[in-house]
């Protein structure tokens, strides 16, 4: 069935929803765009031109948009300091809510928005786009194949030192790698172990030659349940790009396999095709090349996809806000092993969220 949404927020990654994310949705009929609001109103343009709206179909205020134009879907995209209470106003409407990542701006406010999507009896997504890129599902899909997981590794490099590259909030943002950036490549780490993580320890900084008021660089360790381990090194403010954003490198050590994914490309290396105690050096390019997967959407258009298919009836979309959730804990976990210099308990953190939110 077709789903009447109202689209909030514009601005940055709004404009981006708005231009490539719901669209393709339109156009297959899951979507019907019935408003859309930012407080800017020099923004509505865009939602008119992209989203085919009326200038009366844009608003400034939220609870005037949803009490004039009747939706089932509401789309945040607002700062995620606003999450929470626009999670609020939709459910006070009787509304399911995707959203952009983060769930909100912390753990305890992350888990009061999914306490209330629950008693509301509603469905929430989070768009971890990253996850759903094309060479993260190929790489993805590679890994499930390759026998059960030793380890992980994830890299995520690049030379944006100086200010302007970003938005201005961005440079002022505290801890602004696990936040900005390693929120992504932490939860495509957890997804890829699928299941609990149990600890954490981080250490980051800020380079002297970067332009930012908090900690762009950093290395993060994490110990899962079922014995798996990983470890993520990223950084804004290296010399060289060498795994920039949308080209990183991951890889999986597996009990027949080893699987590489770097700068979007998709390799599997078997363990039969060396000689044991053969410490000969191989790299990119000498393994299998792995086809990139095919479909018609990716990241947030598919996300949406996915969400659509959930309210009708289907299974959970894999982001479900209760499973955001555990990727939320843990970069809270690495935020605070940062600052303590301790490694921290995730799930003891999280229930500590529940019991303070």
């Given at each position: 069935m077709t789903h009447r949404l109202v689209h909030v927020g514009l601005g940055g990654q709004g404009s981006t929803w708005a231009t490539d994310a719901i669209p393709p949705n339109v156009h297959d009929d899951r979507i019907e765009v019935v408003a859309a609001v930012d407080t800017d109103p020099e923004r509505h343009e865009l939602a008119e031109q992209e989203l085919g709206?009326?200038?009366?179909?844009?608003?400034?205020?939220?609870?005037t948009a949803l009490s004039e134009r009747p939706a089932d879907i509401c789309s945040i995209v607002t700062p995620p300091s606003t999450h929470e209470a626009v999670v609020e106003t939709a459910l006070a409407h009787d509304l399911h809510i995707i959203s952009e990542k983060p769930i909100a701006d912390t753990l305890e406010a992350s888990v009061r928005v999914a306490e209330k999507v629950e008693e509301a009896g509603k469905k929430m997504g989070v768009t971890m786009s990253?996850?759903?890129?094309?060479?993260?599902?190929?790489?993805?899909?590679?890994?499930?194949?390759?026998?059960d997981i030793d380890y992980l590794t994830a890299?995520?490099?690049?030379?944006?030192?100086?200010?302007?590259?970003?938005?201005?909030?961005?440079?002022?943002m505290d801890n602004m790698l696990l936040l900005d950036g390693a929120i992504h490549h932490l939860d495509i780490l957890a997804s890829l172990a699928d299941s609990p993580c149990e600890r954490v320890y981080a250490e980051t900084w800020t380079p002297e030659e970067a332009d930012y008021d908090g900690d762009c660089s950093g290395l993060v360790t994490l110990h899962f349940a079922d014995g798996t381990r990983a470890q993520y090194e990223g950084s804004y403010a290296n010399a060289t790009t060498l795994n920039g954003w949308?080209?990183?490198?991951?890889?999986?050590?597996?009990?027949?396999?080893?699987v590489l994914l770097d700068r979007r490309d998709v390799e599997r290396f078997h363990a039969d095709a060396y000689d044991t105690g053969n410490?000969?050096?191989?790299?990119?390019?000498?393994?299998?090349?792995?086809?990139?997967?095919?479909?018609p959407h990716w990241k947030n258009a598919w996300l949406i996809e996915q969400f659509c298919d959930w309210v009708d009836g289907g299974e959970p979309m894999p982001t479900n806000v209760d499973s955001v959730l555990q990727s939320m804990a843990i970069v809270f976990a690495?935020?605070?092993s940062s600052a303590t210099g301790e490694a921290v308990d995730v799930q003891a953190l999280l229930d500590d969220a529940r019991s303070n939110a």
């Open positions: 709206l009326s200038p009366e179909e844009c608003y400034t205020d939220l609870e990253h996850r759903f890129d094309r060479d993260k599902t190929t790489f993805r899909r590679a890994v499930e194949e390759a026998g890299r995520y490099t690049g030379n944006v030192r100086e200010r302007g590259f970003y938005a201005d909030y961005v440079y002022e949308g080209h990183e490198q991951f890889r999986a050590e597996c009990s027949d396999q080893t410490f000969e050096s191989i790299g990119k390019g000498d393994g299998e090349a792995v086809p990139l997967a095919e479909r690495a935020i605070e």
